[in-house]
């Protein structure tokens, strides 16, 4: 698997996927520490899920945000 962001790749801030981490999988950081026993882990399925969907929900609400934003925006220049 190829771990370099591409042009097409959506990021999100590096401090939610830490967060996300810690919390599901309860990996201090995502950094590369050029160790297997720092860099590998044992993850169950259900922790996956768990950050799966905390990963889709803080999408959902960055959309929305967006979303409210560019409405904002759009009633701005209108006005």
């Known amino acids: 698997m190829n771990h370099h962001t591409t042009a097409n790749a959506i990021t999100a801030p590096s401090s939610l996927l830490e967060q996300i981490a810690l919390k599901h999988f309860f990996v201090q950081t995502l950094k590369t520490q050029n160790s297997d026993r720092l860099d590998f882990h044992d993850v169950s399925v259900w922790a996956i899920e768990s950050a799966l969907k ?6 959902v609400q960055a959309g929305a945000q967006a979303g409210v ?4 925006k759009k009633k701005t220049k209108k006005a």
């Open 54 to 59: 905390a990963a889709f929900e803080a999408g």
């Open 69 to 72: 934003e560019a409405a904002l």
